[in-house]
């Protein structure tokens, strides 16, 4: 289409790039030679870098690769949780803080890895009375609380897997996530702050769990001291059960590819997969790149993932990588504008952040909040800037490293994915030249291509489909009961090449550097967050007044995509009202309450008619054009080519809004 091409060639003519400085180059934790090294022996690699963990016993075979399966260090056994957290305690760093908490009222707690090792061992204990044991699910519904990251550790440390859910998903997503993983326990919290307000939390949990016949007991972490509904003998508060616990508990060594976790995410379709990552492997990764990625110095660094625990960002670089490289971290609970748009640059003079990693959407908004707010505070700890979660615009990558990073600090373009597990294509910040905008190479130990439709590597200065072509640790093991759906999703479309087909489209520069261009398939990408197309349009036909609908992500200056939806109203609904504010309004909230407020439609727009193929397929790509106040493409191929005349010309009186 004219418009890739149009993005295609801004981005080739961006030449600017930014090196290290020398200073910071001298002391990098990986250095330019880790690519060879790694490109001369992938297993060799792989396995030094396994040694930074703690084996109970040692692997026999680095890899076994039945495409698509993976096994990875082989016959190794270890433990997620001691790696984590008791190792450094009987390291003799027991005094070292795990997490600066800052809550977002302004109340905090400061957590020590020995205070950590308590916390997690009588968690588990506490989980153990409940009857949880190796290979039960327990689903996590959480804010952003110390409690959160003791019950992840704890079911890792139990072989257990836990399936953490967004706090902001409904009580239906949460439901459909425990029924899908059977899981056994719930935990979470009697409400969570929102933008300086008490929410109920475990008010909306209940609605979840009211038929969810697998669930035992739901542990209630007390955060914001509401009223709660309560079931007797199912619900029981965490402070009765975990406090009581002993402070002690001796962790087993599970194998390399024990079951860690299902994290489920969108798809095409509107069943979320639940993406499984086992012990070994995921660690061994999560830690290697949080090493070399952010150049993290333990006991020196303070370091600040901003994501929410609920998404990959949050497992991987809030609890898994930072604690097995026994890193200092800022955990923060609330919104960055509470109470003022200050927060984050607060926090960061607070506690002297040195590494600070956020998403683009995060950045855009700074931007709009104004360059004077960061500039009252003393950023001057910063040393390395982290984006991930989506593209990053040039604009936003200098406003980055001018105004947040005082123009010295590298900034790294992580590009990577739940199924993935841990960073794939990223800088190296003391090695590489960063290009604004780019994720420039895969890191040293990972294999990515651009390819076009056959599979065939195009070559620098051309745009394909982002490929991984050989497999890496902290790959996703499968989709939780659905085997074919991991093949069909991932493993078919290169079949015959026998590669990872990751679902972004992708351009290499002349230089050969990787730039991502965004999903090729029907899931969007809002402010960071991958929701499904279909996901929404089932959502809408559940609304009484609701005949179909056709979602599309349009761009958006501030949440990279932005949903817009055309529905079609049951023929029993007056017209005249279903265009209203009213009915709009009602099918923006019906959204918010059956996914979640993430995926409430930007604008919903009232159609006679939606665009369709001969055989019945909705013709997205024009609704785009439309959505995006384009010109409207190629219309041959529709069954009635006046359909798009009818939108166009029913648009003007439908409403839009933004909240
Ligand atoms: O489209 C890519 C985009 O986010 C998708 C993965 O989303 P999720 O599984 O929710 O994980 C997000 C956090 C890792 C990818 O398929 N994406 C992620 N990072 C980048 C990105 N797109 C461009 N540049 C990135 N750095």
């Known amino acids: 289409m004219a418009e890739e091409h149009a993005t295609l060639s801004n981005l080739s003519t961006e030449n600017r790039s930014f090196p290290p400085s020398d200073e910071f180059a001298a002391q990098a934790n990986a250095t330019a030679d880790w690519y060879d090294r790694a490109d001369a022996d992938r297993e060799v690699f792989w396995a030094e870098q396994a040694e930074r963990l703690h084996w109970e016993r040692k692997w026999e075979r680095v890899l076994d690769w039945d495409a698509p399966f993976a096994k990875w260090f082989v016959g190794g056994r270890l433990n997620v949780a001691y790696n984590c957290v008791d190792r450094h305690v009987e390291a003799g760093y027991g005094e070292q803080v795990a997490f600066h908490w800052e809550g977002e009222p302004g109340d905090t707690r400061t957590i020590t890895y020995a205070d950590l090792q308590r916390e997690v061992c009588k968690t588990t204990n506490a989980l153990i009375e409940l009857g949880v044991g190796e290979g039960d699910r327990v689903a996590i519904q959480l804010p952003m609380i110390p409690e959160a990251v003791f019950s992840m550790l704890a079911c890792a440390r139990l072989g257990a897997m836990h399936s953490v859910v967004f706090g902001g998903f409904s009580p239906g997503a949460l439901k459909a996530r425990i029924e899908d993983a059977e899981a056994k326990l719930l935990i979470t919290s009697d409400g969570q702050y929102r933008r300086g307000k008490p929410a109920p939390m475990k008010a909306n949990t209940d609605e979840a769990t009211a038929e969810t016949p697998t669930i035992e007991h739901v542990l209630v972490v007390k955060r914001t001291e509401i009223d709660v509904p309560w079931t007797d003998g199912r619900d029981i508060w965490w402070h009765e059960i975990v406090d009581k616990q002993s402070e002690e508990h001796t962790p087993e060594a599970f194998d390399a590819e024990q079951p860690l976790y299902i994290l489920y995410t969108s798809g095409t379709t509107g069943k979320p997969k639940g993406i499984l990552h086992t012990a070994g492997g995921y660690l061994t990764q999560c830690a290697y790149t949080h090493n070399v990625v952010f150049d993290h110095k333990p006991g020196e660094s303070v370091y600040w993932c901003t994501a929410d625990i609920g998404w990959v960002t949050g497992h ?88 947040i990073g005082g123009n010295n600090c590298p900034i790294v373009d992580t590009w990577w994915q739940t199924e993935t597990g841990a960073i794939m294509i990223s800088p190296l910040p003391g090695v590489t030249a960063a290009k604004p905008g780019s994720a420039m190479r895969p890191l040293p130990g990972i294999s990515a291509e651009i390819v076009n439709d056959a599979g065939e590597p195009v070559g620098h200065g ?41 679902g972004d489209g992708a351009k290499y520069d002349d230089d050969g550097a990787f730039w991502l261009l965004g999903r090729v398939d029907d899931v969007m990408n809002v402010s960071g967050h991958r929701i499904s197309t279909t996901e929404v349009e089932s959502a809408l036909v559940s609304h009484p007044t609701v005949a179909e609908a056709a979602v599309v992500g349009a761009s958006d200056a501030t949440t990279g995509q932005g949903i817009v939806a055309f529905v079609i109203m049951r023929g029993n609904v007056a017209q005249d009202e279903a265009k209203g504010a009213d009915a709009i309004k009602a099918l923006r909230d019906h959204v918010s309450k059956e996914i979640g407020p993430i995926a409430k439609p930007r604008q919903i727009m009232v159609v006679d008619e939606l665009p369709k193929t001969r055989s019945g397929k909705i013709m997205r790509r024009l609704l785009r054009d439309v959505a995006e106040n384009r010109e409207i493409g190629d219309v041959t191929t529709l069954a009635d080519s006046s359909v798009m005349d009818m939108i166009s010309a029913g648009l003007q009186d439908s409403s839009r809004s933004e909240d």
């Open 316 to 403: 991987s670089y809030i609890v898994y990588g930072p604690l097995a490289n026994r890193a200092t971290s800022v955990m923060y609970e609330g919104t960055p504008n509470t109470p003022h748009e200050g927060r984050h640059w607060e926090i960061i003079q607070k506690y002297g952040v040195s590494i600070y990693y956020t998403a683009p959407t995060l950045i855009r908004t700074f931007m709009k909040w104004g360059t004077d707010i960061p500039a009252k505070y003393d950023l001057s700890s910063l040393r390395v800037l982290g984006s991930v979660g989506e593209p990053i615009n040039p604009e936003a990558w200098m406003w980055y490293r001018e105004n």
């Open 462 to 502: 051309n745009g394909g489909y982002l490929v991984l072509d050989e497999p890496w640790p902290s790959m996703l093991r499968g989709i939780w009961g659905d085997e074919e759906r991991y093949r069909e999703t991932y493993w078919s479309r290169f079949a015959e090449q026998g590669y990872y087909f990751a």
